[in-house]
């Protein structure tokens, strides 16, 4: 058994596959608001919800002095921050302070999820260092998180991800590879922006990078991404194609359209070129990357 280290989310779509991928190299604790998973250990599984009982963490991490903590929850949905401010923020600001205070006190690593949509998707090509600029609620709470733990005096690292393909461990959760899939399945039309510009990453690839993190001591801010840059409906229709379903169900969808739906960054594409530099993690384009994920989905 490895190093001892916490992961928040761990019921979570991403979370999901950092708990599986991680188990074997490291002592990993998931923490979930979410009842333990058919096949886990109950050694290595804490039902808790932070918002409410927060203490039940301080208390376990006293205990058991874990070497690294990777924070993967967080209230993701964009649109629901955007409706519920004053929620989103308690979720993902307050509880990142509350997390840097206890990392403080237990002198633990944290590794801190982040988003490419801090930044407003004016330019494109995002390097490591430029200034975030985010045009929805969610951008900023994650922009205000990361100032609250790249401020604090414990080790740390930010990993800002950015759209991410994968399969679920349990259930759809927030996988939209999920969804599409069952959609075309179905030979139901899928309807993709072509105004939205990402550099999608495969889940599997980026909880290697997230655990890569986990057990280093490297500090700074790490873009987490696919080496290619394109529009979200031209990545559906190649992930249509290479999962074996006619490309052309995926259509183009104004979104911008949808009531209620929350700013989106126009180009949030991320440079990688300083992360690369520093992780071992290989990181995929599309092809590579959904061929990665099937490959380990039959096993």
Request: hydrophobic share 35%; aromatic share 8%.
């Given at each position: ?20 991928r ?8 998931g ?12 050694d ?23 070497g ?74 994650k ?15 930010i ?65 987490l ?27 183009v ?47």
């Amino acid at each position: 058994m490895g190093e001892k280290v916490i992961l928040t989310g761990a019921g979570g779509f991403v979370g999901g596959i950092i708990f599986s991928r991680g188990s074997d190299r490291f002592e990993l604790h998931g923490i979930s608001s979410k009842t333990r998973p058919m096949g886990i250990e109950s050694d290595f599984w804490h039902s808790m919800n932070l918002q409410e009982d927060f203490s039940s963490l301080e208390k376990f991490m006293q205990e058991i002095r874990p070497g690294s903590l990777i924070h993967a929850a967080a209230m993701a949905d964009i649109d629901a921050c955007e409706k519920d401010p004053e929620l989103a923020s308690r979720i993902n600001d307050d509880l990142a302070e509350k997390l840097v205070h206890l990392c403080e006190a237990c002198q633990c690593r944290l590794v801190y999820l982040s988003t490419d949509t801090v930044f407003d998707g004016e330019q494109g090509g995002y390097r490591e260092h430029d200034s975030p600029s985010p045009v929805n609620f969610y951008g900023k709470t994650k922009q205000a998180a990361e100032q609250i733990v790249s401020g604090s005096k414990i080790p740390w690292a930010i990993a800002r991800l950015c759209l991410v393909m994968g399969f679920s461990t349990r259930g759809e959760g927030n996988s939209f590879l999920d969804k599409m899939e069952s959609a075309l399945l179905n030979g139901r039309e899928v309807g993709c922006p072509d105004n939205e510009i990402r550099s999608p990453i495969d889940v599997q690839t980026l909880a290697e990078a997230i655990l890569e993190l986990a057990g280093n001591d490297l500090t700074g801010i790490f873009h987490l991404a696919g080496t290619e840059k394109l529009t979200r409906y031209e990545m559906g229709r190649r992930i249509a194609a290479r999962l074996g379903y006619d490309p052309a169900l995926v259509v183009v969808k104004n979104a911008d359209t949808i009531p209620g739906r929350a700013p989106r960054p126009r180009d949030v594409s991320l440079n990688q070129d300083w992360t690369r530099s520093q992780l071992t993690t290989r990181f995929k384009g599309i092809e590579e990357g959904i061929d990665y994920l099937l490959q380990l989905r039959t096993h």
